[in-house]
């Protein structure tokens, strides 16, 4: 979900345990969706995208499943490991044909993982 | 690939003071983003390039904030003069055309007193 002012939205989870992150985004022109993951002290890492055209997108360990009905993005982490405790974003993009770079960033969730 | 480099790591100044932000991008990659991120208002894109000319500034906040990209491996972001506000974490990112991923240098941390 999308945070408000100096609160991130968290998650708490138990090491192996699956991990859903949502996000709602806000411009139904949309067209192609990014979730980064950022550690403490470090820049925002690429995990996995998605393009409006599709639903479902499968990485190592992590599904992007997209609603454009209710402009819902959210990101699946099966069995969720310690080294996965990060801040979570996610991007999305008015394509124009690949030509706009233009991300607009949500405000994160706050993924920790007990040991 | 040593990745996107931003120098320096930490900034500490006073108000009123120039700041100069510096980013190597990844060589090869045609276009360059400068972010700004805060806990108030999230990460924030202030301008970007493409093949060293600007293409989009319409997130730089005002006047007192410019960015150049003189050549392909080099750009900078400067405030001046600095105020407190400014006070943030601010992020490189370079991509190459072909892609849509952008990768992130480490970003500087400005704190303006």
């Known amino acids: 979900g999308e945070s408000v002012g100096l609160h991130l939205p968290t998650l708490s989870v138990q090491e192996g345990d699956n991990s859903i992150i949502n996000c709602a985004y806000s411009?139904?022109?949309?067209?192609?969706f990014i979730w980064y993951k950022q550690e403490s002290g470090k820049g925002p890492q690429f995990i996995i995208d998605?393009?409006?055209?599709?639903d479902k997108r499968q990485g190592q360990r992590v599904t992007v499943l997209l609603n454009k009905t209710v402009k819902h993005l959210s990101l699946q982490i099966a069995a969720t490991q310690p080294g996965d405790s990060a801040v979570y974003f996610c991007?999305?993009?008015?394509?124009?044909?690949?030509?706009?770079?233009?991300?607009?960033f949500g405000k994160g969730t706050l993924l920790t993982v007990n040991p | 690939d040593a990745g996107v480099i931003q120098s320096p790591r930490h900034e500490v100044t006073e108000m009123g003071q120039e700041v100069t932000l510096r980013c190597k991008p990844i060589?090869?990659?045609?276009?360059l983003f400068w972010y700004r991120q805060t806990m108030m208002r999230g990460l924030e894109l202030l301008i970007y390039f493409n093949n060293n000319v600007p293409i989009d500034d319409s997130g730089m906040p005002e006047d007192r904030f410019s960015a150049k990209m003189p050549n392909a491996s080099f750009s900078t972001l400067k405030i001046q003069p600095s105020e407190p506000r400014d006070s943030a974490v601010y992020f490189c990112?370079?991509?190459?055309?072909?892609?849509?991923?952008?990768?992130f240098g480490p970003g500087t941390r400005l704190t303006v007193l």
């Open positions: 411009n139904s022109a949309s067209d192609y």
């Open positions: 060589s090869g990659h045609d276009y």
């Open positions: 998605i393009r409006s055209n599709m």
């Open positions: 991007a999305e993009n008015i394509g124009s044909g690949g030509s706009n770079y233009k991300l607009t």
């Open positions: 990112a370079s991509i190459s055309g072909e892609y849509n991923e952008q990768f």
